[in-house]
């Protein structure tokens, strides 16, 4: 598991018809594929949470934060490094972390979790709220939409399903959220500590990633093109 939480019990949300069918100024025709929905499943927010999330934020971003939410920078693709969606979720489910994720579990008790969820035939659940932090990318978190797709590398890599609902996602959220301004892959993070946007008051606090991967990056960014999001700084 590679990575990276809402109460109440799952709704079904229609996305009400993201940019991908429908917009008279023309996006690129490959992208009017399927109808896309984003399917509500929160995943457990309750006080130990929200608790752990504002620890986590004052201990790697600085003292004066004070809450939970965000505004949406960046948006981070991710792949789970498993097959499982009922596990993943169940995984995420969790206020703290797993003793297993010695790498991160140091750091904070937070768990990881994402904001979104998109299984192997594109079905994209909704497991926290977009503005609400997450922690999913080191550095980010306090700016980025985190995406984990179910799958990994080589035994079940991404497939054309998930490069769909990705794309769909992407602009969606960019409709919605005027200041996301960048698209990466986990794997491409570090680069981002060039840029402005990074922030970890840790500087031993850094993990090497490799999910999506450069392929499945290319694949989604030659569709979202025309929204001119910016990758890592060279
Ligand atoms: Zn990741």
Redesign the pocket.
């Known amino acids: 598991m ?3 939480g809402a109460n109440d019990a799952p709704t079904r949300a229609p996305a009400r018809n993201p940019s991908v069918a429908a917009s008279p100024s023309g996006t690129p025709e490959q992208d009017a594929d399927a109808p896309f929905e984003i399917i509500d499943r929160p995943i457990r927010f309750d006080e130990e949470r929200t608790r752990l999330t504002i620890e986590y934020r004052k201990a790697h971003q600085g003292n004066r934060i004070a809450g939970m939410s965000i505004t949406p920078k960046v948006i981070v693709l ?2 789970t490094d498993s097959e499982d969606a009922e596990a993943t979720w169940a995984y995420f489910d969790r206020p703290t972390i797993s003793s297993d994720r010695g790498d991160v579990a140091s750091a904070s008790q937070l768990n990881v979790s994402a904001h979104f969820l998109v299984d192997r035939d594109g079905t994209t659940w909704r497991l926290m709220p977009e503005t609400w932090f997450a922690r ?2 080191i550095g980010l978190n306090h700016v980025a939409i985190g995406v ?1 797709n179910v799958g990994d590398g080589e035994l079940s890599p991404l497939t054309d399903a998930q490069v769909a609902a990705n794309v769909a996602l992407v602009r969606d959220l960019v409709r919605r959220y005027p200041s996301i301004t960048h698209l990466i892959g ?1 794997h491409e993070y570090r680069a981002m500590e060039r840029g402005p946007l990074f922030k970890e008051l840790d500087p031993a606090y850094r993990t090497e ?1 490799d ?1 999506p991967g450069p392929e499945f990056m290319e694949r989604v960014r030659a569709r979202v093109r025309d929204l001119e999001l910016a990758g890592p700084p060279p």
């Open positions: 590679v990575s990276c991710h792949y999913h990318c984990e986990h990633k999910d």
